[in-house]
């Protein structure tokens, strides 16, 4: 008789529902999912659920296998020594293989009163703390989205698009993983839907009061909406777990996603930081390391050597409201290339792809393992090879 298997993943999000629908391949594994919500959330479309043109939420029937358990509940500790996690209920889950994709959050925003004052929109919760704040405030109200990344250009045009005042601080550089090129597209859309962008080093965020937000320049600007979007963190239970992790908290693996602690913990997605040399937090990455987490796991179960990771990227796709957008054409290590569409085949390709994600974890529900589709980054051997040296090995510990 064929003993069963029990696999734990921590995080439905887009690398935990890629992994746990890979792992049914075998019909001896049960995969129980452990989220703390019971639908779906599309982080993509967060800056829509913000704007009131998206509520970014799927039902899971629609993307989990019928064969994966979920449950709804907040994972607190990992006992790796008993193969346990305990949740926030008070209850206790076993494992023999334990998959780690809790994903990322807002960062600490580390400026005086930035917490008490602007609205992060990393998270569902935040964004929808945050939408009926829009709708209330005036018209005319004036809007401050602090951050220059893919998010915050997003919810700047969202809402400038319904003819919100906004102003986008930067600190920086607009956009500063776009090419020359398209940054330039994305000033000029901004621009036209009358955002205010500020840039360079007299636009650094030095407070947030209730009604204003000061820059290094020493400037003032008075905003009765702020809107953080700078950085991201990731939960810190791998480290209160006794679990190594890089310097922002992610779980330190080695180049098959296992944990360099023990060899029954594998990692996925935003939390995972693979030969301390971890991937630009994305949905691409996500979709792509969770079903090779899940491969470490099956081949282990197999009795086989798991393969190292193999993630590369495409392209990034910005949309500037719904009728308008940049689809960035980038190599496969992610620097971004020359050529990209904007204006509205920009806006389409995005949209095609904010559809074509739910439809990916339902096709990996429906037949997992059939499809591996994502390109191959060979920079990265080389990288591990001069820069880092040899990839920390994997845990030795007795399987």
């Not at 589709?373 to 080389?382: E, V």
Request: net charge neutral; proline share 5%; hydrophobic share 40%.
């Amino acid at each position: 008789m064929t003993e069963n298997t029990d696999v734990v993943v921590i995080g439905g999000g887009y690398a935990g529902v890629m992994a746990a629908n890979r792992l049914t391949q075998r019909d001896d594994v049960t995969v129980t999912l452990i989220n703390p919500r019971p639908t779906f959330v599309e982080r993509i479309r967060l800056h829509q659920l913000v704007g009131g043109s998206d509520d970014a939420v799927v039902d899971y029937r629609k993307v989990l296998s019928e064969r994966v358990r979920l449950v709804v509940d907040t994972v607190t500790r990992i006992d790796a020594a008993e193969r346990g996690v305990t949740s926030a209920t008070g209850g206790t889950v076993g494992y023999d293989y334990l998959v780690y994709a809790v994903g990322s959050g807002s960062a600490d925003p580390q400026v005086p009163g930035a917490a008490e004052f602007a609205y992060p929109i990393a998270g569902l919760e935040e964004a929808q703390r945050l939408r009926p704040v829009v709708e209330a405030a005036p018209a005319t109200a004036a809007v401050t989205v602090v951050g220059a990344g893919a998010t915050g250009i997003e919810t700047a045009a969202e809402l400038a698009e319904e003819g919100r005042t906004v102003t986008l601080v930067c600190g920086g550089v607009l956009g500063p993983s776009l090419h020359p090129r398209s940054r330039r597209s994305v000033a000029k859309r901004l621009a036209g839907l009358g955002v205010t962008v500020l840039e360079g080093p007299d636009a650094k965020v030095t407070a947030v009061t209730r009604d204003a937000v000061r820059l290094s320049g020493g400037r003032e600007l008075p905003s009765e909406v702020t809107i953080w979007t700078a950085g991201f963190g990731v939960p810190d239970l791998a480290a209160r777990s006794g679990l190594s992790t890089d310097a922002l908290g992610r779980l330190l693996t080695d180049e098959t996603l296992t944990s360099v602690d023990d060899v029954r913990i594998v990692a996925a997605g935003d939390s995972a930081a693979p030969s301390d040399l971890p991937f630009r937090m994305s949905c691409q990455a996500a979709v792509q390391l969770g079903p090779q987490a899940a491969e470490t796991v099956l081949s282990r179960l197999a009795g086989e050597q798991p393969a190292p990771i193999d993630v590369g990227f495409v392209s990034q796709c910005i949309s500037l409201g719904r009728r308008a957008g940049v689809f960035q054409l980038t190599g496969r290590d992610d620097t971004a290339k020359g050529f990209y569409l904007g204006g509205c085949p920009g806006a389409k390709i995005k949209e095609l792809i904010c559809k074509g994600i739910p439809w990916q974890l339902a096709y990996e529900a429906r037949k997992p393992g059939a499809r591996t589709w994502w390109a191959k980054d060979a920079k990265r051997r080389q990288l591990l090879g001069t820069e880092r040296g040899e990839a920390p090995a994997t845990a030795e510990r007795a399987a």
